[in-house]
């Protein structure tokens, strides 16, 4: 069964540094999305991407966050000064398209020290 | 608004018993709806989805969900639990807009 796959599956990184969560989605794919688990709490939409560009972002993401899709296979998520509250599991997701379910990763666990 | 209701936070059933986790929703139409399963420290593994047609959906696992639109609900059950089944369950209702909104989750633990 085709899968999502992100990397890393763990990043601890210090408060001010920029990390990038890297996903490789379903390859015939169209939709992209990520989403983000504070631990205890619900998971939340960060950002959808169609057709190389946002398509929809929530108001968690902020001038701080950027996605990209550099070249037709990889989807990253860019964090460029990560504070200590972006700790988290991001997840990424993809879908064919609106008649198909998300099919999630397996997530990376951001630590901000 | 947009939300996604999972009333109980955790449940506990004996291993063979059955088991029923709800969902409500509010949404100005016909939705998607879906659950997942979390394993502690894993990804979100999709068990059913239901877009339309029959109201009763077969998931994978031994899971089924039935849409109820008069209840605004769609309940996941499975008649007869195995202790593999501990996890955290979410419900997620969409598309709002291009995304999915998912519930709070219900833990359920497993008793043997």
């Known amino acids: 069964e085709p899968e999502v796959t992100q990397t890393p599956s763990h990043q601890v990184t210090q408060m001010g540094q920029e990390v990038i969560l890297r996903c490789v989605p379903i390859?015939?794919?169209?939709?992209f999305y990520w989403y983000r688990q504070i631990l205890g709490q619900k998971v939340e939409f960060l950002v959808s991407?169609?057709?190389?560009?946002?398509?929809?972002k929530s108001e968690i993401f902020d001038d701080q966050f950027s996605v990209e899709r550099p070249d037709g296979s990889n989807f990253t998520l860019k964090i460029r000064s990560t504070k200590l509250e972006d700790s988290a599991m991001y997840f990424c997701?993809?879908?064919?398209?609106?008649?198909?379910?998300?099919?999630f990763g397996s997530g990376t666990r951001l630590t901000v020290v | 608004a947009q939300s996604v209701t999972q009333p109980d936070i955790h449940i506990t059933v004996s291993e063979g018993a059955s088991l029923e986790l709800r969902c409500n929703y509010s949404?100005?139409?016909?939705?998607?709806l879906f659950w997942y399963v979390q394993s502690p420290g894993q990804g979100l593994q999709l068990l059913l989805k239901?877009?339309?047609?029959?109201?009763l959906v077969q998931g994978i696992k031994g899971f089924e969900a039935e849409f109820k639109r008069s209840q605004s609900s769609f309940n996941l059950r499975k008649p007869s639990v195995h202790w593999s089944d501990a996890a955290e369950y979410f419900c997620?209702?969409?598309?709002?807009?291009?995304?999915?909104?998912f519930g709070a989750g219900t833990i359920l633990r497993v008793k043997s």
């Open positions: 991407f169609y057709n190389n560009e946002i398509s929809e």
């Open positions: 949404y100005g139409a016909t939705p998607y």
């Open positions: 997620a209702v969409g598309p709002y807009g291009n995304k999915l909104v």
């Open positions: 997701a993809s879908r064919k398209d609106r008649e198909y379910g998300y099919t």
């Open positions: 239901y877009f339309s047609g029959d109201t």
């Open positions: 390859s015939n794919h169209l939709y």
